[in-house]
Each structure stands twice: as structure tokens, then as C-alpha cells.
Nanobody, 119 residues
Framework: QVQLVESGGGLVQPGGSLRLSCVASGNIFSFNFMGWYRQAPGKQRELVAATASGGSTNYADSVKGRFTISRDNAKNTVYLQMNSLKPEDTGVYYC?????????????WGQGTLVTVSS
């Protein structure tokens, strides 16, 4: 069983920065996909940023140039560096990791971390 633990959320003023972390644990053999989603109040969950096993990255248009996703394979960790934060970035951010364990494939979600951008 793969588990994800997220950290790094909080309250920040507009224009500020935060870095989210997501650590995966379990009998992980490889990662295919590591991504961050967010869900704003009253809205559907949306993909914010993702990285695939080959190193490619993908960002929502609303965060391009401000957010950066990165990974540390040795630490089974994916990060989301968020700069120039805006009030519309407020929401619960969820980490999603997909890959293979030594026995089967997995699709794991973190518990969510709240990001509030407000003055």
C-alpha cells in the first residue's frame, strides 16, 4: 500500500510564495506520474501541475510561469513551488502519484493541504 503525506500549505499574502511537499511511502518500484491538483471552494478539482517519468512537465494555463513542479526520486518526494500567489490560487491542494509497486500498479492521493491567499 502506498501512502502520501503532504505538507507546506498555509496562509500567505498575495504575491507571496509557498512550497508544497508530498512524500510517498510503501513498496514503490517506479513512478509514472506525479501531480498536484487543487479544489477551490465550490469548484471541481483541477490539475495544476504534473510530471511524468521521463521528466516532462505540464501546467495549467493559470499557473504557468508562477508554479514549478519538481521531484526527488531518491526521497520519493514531489514538490510544488508556488510564487506570485493570487487569491484565486486559494484551495485544497492534493498530491496524486501513480506507478508500480513490486506487486501491482497504484494510484494514490494525499490527504490535501489548504492554501489560502489573502491579505
Amino acid at each position: 500500500q502506498v501512502q502520501l503525506v503532504e505538507s507546506g500549505g498555509g496562509l500567505v499574502q498575495p504575491g507571496g510564495s509557498l512550497r508544497l511537499s508530498c512524500v510517498a511511502s510503501g513498496n514503490i518500484f517506479s513512478f509514472n506520474f506525479m501531480g498536484w491538483y487543487r479544489q477551490a471552494p465550490g469548484k471541481q478539482r483541477e490539475l495544476v501541475a504534473a510530471t511524468a517519468s521521463g521528466g516532462s512537465t505540464n501546467y495549467a494555463d493559470s499557473v504557468k510561469g508562477r508554479f514549478t513542479i519538481s521531484r526527488d526520486n531518491a526521497k520519493n518526494t514531489v514538490y510544488l513551488q508556488m510564487n506570485s500567489l493570487k487569491p484565486e490560487d486559494t484551495g485544497v491542494y492534493y498530491c496524486n502519484v501513480r506507478g508500480l509497486t513490486v506487486l501491482n500498479s497504484f494510484n494514490a492521493w494525499g490527504q490535501g493541504t489548504l492554501v489560502t491567499v489573502s491579505s
